[in-house]
């Protein structure tokens, strides 16, 4: 594999793709829950693109396969979602370092040459949504929870390690992957026993979820938040529902929230300077027309 970056698609390559039709998709197994289409073809309506983003379901058999047709059906790139995340990487010519740090692809780009360019936009989703609903948030004012250590935990605490926060504390269902996490990421984590979960919130300044629990159609995430100081920070990056058990308690408590939705709609920012040459807004009323369907 390639590690060297190229130059990103730029204004010219849309100019000369423009005569064309504009394609992009979300490719995962199973694809259908994801709101990637409605945010990206409000936007290609929005920037005046003719042209489609499309969900790919690929079976993880599938991906290089997949991936290598995204050329020659003259796709522009396409965003990676669960479980081909940590696939992709392997499979791309070139790998933006921020993608290799997390050890997963979240966005590629097909460069001039039919080759393919991965980068990992989760954490620059996590930090731009947590900096617009909380602009006070500083990464140095003290400990995070993470609860998870899944591929988005490994995205947050990158994130968390890179704005200057030097006590991550990782509590994971199963220790041995937060101790994983803890030795490849490089940040400054401690990991955490499930069974200690509930004491582990006491004294951060902010509480991060990355599991599936209070997704819908899961349970809710079985936290105490007893010792949570109350001024603590909640952000939940499961955004199917919006408002999650989690924020729900958290926000009763009198503990300011933000959601997982964001996190989201701010990736589309450096999917499409990467992939049009274009750096579309993140508005009030694109925000609306995906909240409208969750
Ligand atoms: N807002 C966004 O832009 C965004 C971006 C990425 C992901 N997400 C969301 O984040 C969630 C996680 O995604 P992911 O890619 O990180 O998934 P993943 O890699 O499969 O990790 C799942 C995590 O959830 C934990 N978990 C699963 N079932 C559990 C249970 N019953 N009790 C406690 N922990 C449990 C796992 O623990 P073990 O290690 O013990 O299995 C693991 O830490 C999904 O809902 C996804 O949609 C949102």
Known sequence: MLYASEP??????????????????????????????????????????????????????????????LAPLGFSGCNITIPHKEHALAIVDAAEPVARRIGAVSCITVRHDGSLLGTNNDAYGFIHNLQQQQPSWRGDAGPVAVIGAGGGARAIVYALATHGTTEIRVINRTFARAELLSRESGAPITPIPWEERHRAVEGVTMLVNTTSQGMVGQPSLDLSLATLPVDAIVCDIVYVPLQTPLLEAARHRGNPTVDGLGMLLHQARPAWKSWFGIDPEITPALRAALEATL
Do not use: C, Q
């Open 8 to 69: 990103l698609a730029g204004k010219d390559s849309m100019t000369s793709r423009s005569e064309h039709f504009a394609l992009a998709g979300v490719m995962g197994w199973p694809v259908s829950h994801s709101r990637s289409p409605i945010l990206h073809n409000f936007l290609m309506r929005e920037h005046g693109l003719t042209g489609a983003y499309v969900p790919l379901a690929v079976k993880p058999d599938h991906l290089e396969i997949a991936l290598r047709a």
